[in-house]
């Protein structure tokens, strides 16, 4: 374990959003995995997180702390400050609802259709001057002001909202350690001209700023080296991942996130998913297909039920024995992009039950919540867990699932997610766009023999329990230590 130290991590979503609720102030914790891996900093290190507020009362709690930190206790009890940023209204739509999603979340998981979209029209430009730009300023300023009470703090920071705050913060702290880790793909150089020039370059330019840039994959890595090389200039060297430019040189790394194998065993076995596991064993067909995605276009969803469709076209042996449960957490609905998909979603599922369903089975169980107890209860169920994302930075669920798995359940990935570079050996191969082959691949999960199901699915546990997140958070910290070392002496 690295020495404790100050780390300013910066993020938009924060580890806990604040509501009322019969008049109370309530406290929920933030969900997705960028989140659920950085909790065990709070408890390792002396923590400022600064993030957006996101609801009324996250705004009345900034209000009421005159801009500055509040004190807060994470779950396992470790206290840390959370500052938190109340945006103007507008330009946080703009910056989150246009830049960052759908046109950066698109153009990093190639899902444009480059015929028709996207349109860099002047609303997409005043996006980015009068959204983007000020809220990665307000992002900016905040870590200026915990650096200045702070100078020895290195700065931690996440993902594609927030690219061009580095850059502002080291005009002002040329000294002040800064690392950027980006959780989503990094596309080839190519695709970043889907972005005007001053755009793409800012993005690059912006990122370069920081002393270490991580990334889940080699893959992504490569990739960010390329188009820091194509479209900045920069000079690379894709051996040792090293860009100079601007007159500093950036590490970038490539160090694929994991999640907290002990808070897992914990929760398989709580009272609360033991039930769920109950209702589910009661209901389930002797095959369980899993899929656990949020709602967003880049995970594949539609071809993943096509896939069961065709799967169940050449299989009917199988119909009325096996079900496909899709848990979904519905994500980003005030973007139209995302609200279609959904739409598109529920109209796959229910054309294939429409076609197979009998008396007493439903061949795709679709249900849209955000329900994490009822997702390790059917981890815990599976057979075959479904993986396609067009697609992925990493893709956790492929590390969480086969962890508590207790059926011998088979991993079915696309090799476009991060986590393939893992566990690709251990799991079937599938491209997210020939739906044939991921009906195959259903079909072999299901006919695999024992030992070899449990063979990949221990090799896969093994590789998850040996890098759990825990060292994840200790290796950025070590680089960063690494490199930071001589401009402290
Ligand atoms: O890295 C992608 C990510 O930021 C994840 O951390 C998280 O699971 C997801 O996107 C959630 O996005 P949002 O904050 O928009 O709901």
């Not at 659920?36 to 609801?55: G, K, N, P, Y």
């Amino acid at each position: 374990m690295s020495e404790r130290r100050k780390l300013i991590v910066v993020s938009n979503r924060g580890p806990v959003s604040y509501r009322r609720e019969h008049g109370e102030r309530v406290l929920r914790r933030g969900g997705g995995g960028l989140v659920t891996a950085l909790r065990s900093l709070v408890v390792e290190h002396d923590v400022t997180w600064i993030a957006s507020a996101m609801t009324d009362e996250d705004r009345a709690v900034a209000e009421e702390a005159g801009g500055e930190a509040v004190d807060e206790r994470s779950h396992e009890g470790a206290s840390y400050r959370l500052r938190l940023i109340a945006h103007d209204e507008s330009a946080y739509d703009w910056y989150y609802n246009v830049v960052s999603n759908p046109m950066l979340w698109f153009v990093q998981h190639c899902l444009w259709n480059l015929v028709y979209d996207p349109n860099i029209d002047p609303g997409l430009h005043h996006a980015w001057e009068e959204g983007y730009v000020p809220v990665n300023a307000a992002f900016a300023d905040a870590v200026l002001a915990e650096v200045e009470a702070e100078p020895d703090s290195a700065v931690f920071f996440h993902d594609y909202h927030l690219y061009l705050a580095p850059r502002m913060v080291r005009e002002r702290r040329p000294e002040t350690p800064l690392v950027h880790f980006v959780h989503i793909p990094w596309p080839q150089p190519d695709y970043w001209r889907v972005l005007p020039p001053p755009i793409r370059r800012a993005i690059h330019d912006g990122v370069l700023a920081c002393d270490l840039v991580g990334f889940h994959t080699t893959r992504w890595r490569r990739n960010f080296l390329r188009s820091a090389s194509d479209l900045l200039g920069a000079d690379c060297d894709f051996e040792d991942g090293t860009v100079d430019y601007d007159g500093r040189r950036t590490h970038i790394a490539a160090r694929p996130l994991s999640v907290d194998a002990a808070e897992f065993d914990e929760l398989a076995a709580s009272e609360t998913v033991l039930a769920l596991e109950r209702e589910l064993t009661v209901a389930r067909p002797e095959f369980l297909v899993l899929r656990v995605d949020r709602t967003d276009p880049s995970k594949n969803v539609v071809r993943g039920f096509r896939a069961f469709e065709l799967f169940l076209d050449a299989h009917p042996e199988l119909h009325a024995r096996v079900s496909m449960l899709a848990l979904l957490d519905p994500s980003r609905q005030d973007i139209p992009e995302y609200a279609e998909y959904l739409g598109a979603i529920q109209r796959a599922a229910r054309r294939v039950n429409d076609r197979f369903q009998q008396e007493g089975w439903t061949p795709i169980d679709l249900r849209i919540e955000d329900n994490f107890a009822e997702t390790v209860a059917a981890y815990k169920q599976f057979d075959v867990l479904l993986v396609n994302a067009i697609f992925d930075g990493l893709n956790l669920v492929a590390k969480e699932a086969p962890l508590v798995n207790e059926r011998d359940g088979v991993l079915v990935l696309s090799e476009n997610a991060g986590s393939h570079e893992e566990l690709g050996e251990w799991a079937l191969t599938v491209n997210p766009f020939d739906v044939e082959g991921q009906a195959e691949a259903i079909h072999a999960a299901l006919t695999m023999p024992r030992e070899e199901r449990v063979a990949r699915l221990d090799a896969i546990r093994a590789h998850v329990r040996g890098n759990d997140v825990t060292d994840w958070l200790a290796a950025q910290l070590a680089d960063l230590d690494r490199l930071t070392a001589p401009a402290r002496t």
